[in-house]
């Protein structure tokens, strides 16, 4: 395998944008404007440049290279904290009990309430790999190395974690979601909405949607059914939150009804599992790779598949991928 993770830098600009045209749309921490992309590099050079211990308004980008052709597959960010410079928005589906005494019947109605409750927290997002690897198996590297970073940087990050996944985007790039809600508010189409969310963020929805809850019944059946519905796309990606934790508490996003994903920062597999050692000995490669193993703080920040024995031996290749050599500190995390 010779996959390393590595944080992005500004020379990434054209890669990024590349995978970002490949989104198909509705990656708000991916959109396809090179000035945006641009400002973001900036950003996280200056998260990771920053290293006094403190919970900021960090963002954080990786990006997947493959050694042997010099060629970026993949990417991925985490933040710190979301909702600190600007409210970070959800719906949150609810219900509502009501009695008719007259009728004797009971009522349950269930209904949507834009929600802040989700300021603070840190986040996971912006992952994108290439279609040609999605089988090679380094999807997990992807995005779990981001946990393993978390781990190695735990002061930098608060104690809930979020991810969100792409809500239900037809073929021709529209959101039955926003159609049946948003849509109605504003003149414009997803896709503009959705390009303006990425490079302005979702203030101008808070700022002109009803703040009073919206009952779903009064929505289309189209947008009732895709609530909470990740894109097909998104499927296996929620499959493998799941697997780390994360689950489905009822927000949504608000602009295609996509769910959010939510764990305890230290009850994420990887972060709980994950062990520091010194490397012991260097080792052939033999049978797959069974860890996911990185080095480094901030920029300097670096994670590969490697095999690494109880005895802390780590093979010669995944040395080679960290730079890495007897006696230096790796942590780890079974794959």
């Known amino acids: 395998m010779t996959f390393v993770l590595r944080t992005a830098t500004e020379t990434d600009l054209e890669a990024l944008y ?6 198909g749309g509705g990656f708000t921490n991916l959109p396809p404007d ?8 900036a950003r996280a050079a200056r998260s990771f440049a920053r290293d006094d211990g403190q919970i900021a308004n960090d963002l954080f980008a990786f990006i997947l290279e493959d050694t042997a052709s010099g060629k970026v597959r993949g990417t991925c960010q985490a933040f710190s904290q979301v909702g600190t410079e600007l409210p970070f928005y959800s719906y ?3 219900r509502i009990t009501q009695h008719s005494r007259e009728l004797d019947r009971t009522f349950r109605a269930e209904m949507l309430t834009l929600s802040t409750d989700l300021d603070g927290a840190s986040e996971v997002g912006g992952l994108y790999l290439d ?8 999807g997990k590297l992807l995005a779990r190395s ?3 970073f978390i781990a190695t940087h735990r002061e930098r990050f608060g104690e809930v ?7 239900a985007i037809d ?3 529209n959101s039955p979601f926003w159609d049946g809600l948003a849509g109605r508010f504003f003149d414009m189409s997803f896709r503009d909405a959705d390009e303006f969310n990425g490079k302005y963020g979702n203030q101008f929805i808070a700022d002109l949607m009803p703040k009073h809850p919206i009952y779903t019944a009064l929505l289309s059946e189209a947008a009732r059914q895709v609530m909470g519905q990740p894109h097909y796309s998104g499927r296996p990606a929620m499959r493998m939150l799941e697997s780390e934790g994360f689950a489905f508490q009822n927000y949504i996003d608000i602009f295609d009804g996509g769910p959010t994903m939510i764990a305890k920062t230290d009850q994420i597999r990887t972060i709980r599992e994950a062990r520091r050692v010194h490397v012991s000995t260097l080792s052939p490669p033999s049978g797959e790779p069974t860890h996911i193993v990185c080095t480094g703080r901030l920029g300097a920040f670096r994670a590969c598949l490697g095999r690494v024995g109880e005895d802390a031996s780590l093979d010669e290749a995944a040395a080679g991928l960290l730079r890495v050599g007897v006696g230096d500190a790796i942590t780890c995390a079974p794959a």
């Not at 974690?161 to 809500?167: C, D, K, V």
């Open 146 to 148: 981001r946990y393993l």
């Open 92 to 94: 949150r589906i609810g």
């Open 131 to 138: 279609a040609s690897e999605r089988s090679a198996g380094v």
């Open 18 to 23: 590349r995978m970002a045209k490949g989104t």
């Open 161 to 167: 974690t979020l991810a969100e996944l792409r809500g």
């Open 171 to 173: 073929d021709a790039g």
């Open 34 to 41: 090179r000035p945006t992309l641009q400002a973001k590099l």
